[in-house]
């Protein structure tokens, strides 16, 4: 595998580890209003990174379809809904703040249903990422390395309060620094899996390219929508959410548009 493919597939893990880490230089866990400020963020840069990364070259790669070009983008969103839908429902797994799991019941402890939960999250994220850089190694293809190594920043950058947000509430509740950082890195090991298994699909089906792509932005918009948008207009009114969600998105239409 092209080395440049190689550092694609590892920038948003490292993302994800390194905001794990924070758990060995912070002694409190996140507020509430922190929390909300990382997760809009990270719902604006997942939102942007759908369209400019993911929606926009499936439409593009399909221009030779004239107006029916919207079928693959539209065919393969939706399918990637409904896909995030099924995992919703079969993987047990707890959202932080809650103390309701969802998905079919289990003994699982609360601390690997959490861990699940973020890599349900991670999941669209991984595939997002392969498929573009699957793009890129397809000669017929219209994407660029730098192309997808914004999006591969763009997720990285978000990755890094995920990988808080799951170490630092488990720390607080006597979990040891080290099974904390453990914890947060094994919740993001699903993205470079995750990629690694789209590419090497994708490079067999390079036709398929426009549905994949769509397919993973259909999947990450169902985690925005579904979980982090609730997540953080729950409880008390604030817009810090909001304004986290701005900036996460206009970050990562920059980083697209500029790197692409």
Same mark, same amino acid.
């Given at each position: 595998m092209d080395m440049k493919v190689v550092y694609g597939v590892?920038?948003?893990? $490292?993302?994800?580890?390194?905001?794990?880490?924070?758990?060995?230089? !912070?002694?409190?866990?996140?507020?509430?209003?922190?929390?909300?400020? @990382?997760?809009?963020?990270?719902?604006?840069?997942? =939102?942007?990174?759908? =369209?400019?990364?993911?929606?926009? +070259?499936?439409?593009?790669?399909?221009?030779?379809?004239?107006? @029916? %070009?919207?079928? +693959?983008?539209? =065919?393969?969103? @939706?399918?990637?809904?409904?896909?995030?839908?099924?995992?919703? *429902?079969?993987? +047990?797994?707890?959202? !932080?703040?809650?103390?309701?799991?969802?998905?079919?019941?289990?003994?699982?402890?609360?601390?690997? !249903?959490?861990?699940?939960?973020?890599?349900?999250? *991670?999941? +669209?994220?991984?595939?997002?990422?392969? =498929?573009?850089?699957?793009?890129?190694?397809?000669?017929? %293809?219209? $994407? %660029?390395y730098t192309g997808a190594l914004a999006l591969a920043l763009g997720i990285a950058i978000q990755n890094f309060p995920e990988g808080a947000i799951i170490s630092m509430p488990l720390r607080a509740e006597k979990v040891s620094r080290r099974r904390s950082f453990c914890y947060g890195v094994l919740s993001g090991i699903v993205e470079p899996v995750g990629a690694v298994v789209t590419i090497l699909a994708a490079s067999l089906v390079v036709p398929l390219l426009p549905y994949l792509l769509s397919f993973a932005a259909g999947a990450m918009m169902y985690v925005v929508v579904e979980e982090l948008i609730p997540e953080i207009s729950e409880g008390e009114h604030s817009n810090v959410g909001t304004i986290a969600f701005s900036l996460g998105f206009v970050l990562m239409m920059v980083l697209d548009v500029a790197l692409g």
């Open positions: 590892l920038i948003p893990f $490292i993302g994800t580890s390194l905001g794990a880490a924070c758990v060995f230089f !912070m002694k409190d866990t996140f507020s509430k209003t922190v929390q909300r400020i @990382l997760e809009g963020f990270a719902a604006g840069v997942m =939102v942007a990174a759908s =369209v400019w990364s993911l929606l926009i +070259p499936s439409l593009e790669q399909s221009e030779h379809m004239g107006k @029916l %070009s919207f079928i +693959p983008a539209a =065919v393969g969103f @939706l399918a990637g809904i409904f896909f995030l839908l099924i995992l919703d *429902n079969v993987i +047990p797994h707890l959202h !932080m703040g809650s103390e309701t799991a969802e998905g079919p019941q289990t003994k699982l402890k609360k601390t690997t !249903m959490l861990v699940l939960a973020v890599t349900l999250h *991670n999941i +669209p994220e991984g595939m997002a990422v392969g =498929v573009v850089l699957a793009g890129f190694m397809a000669d017929s %293809s219209k $994407i %660029s």
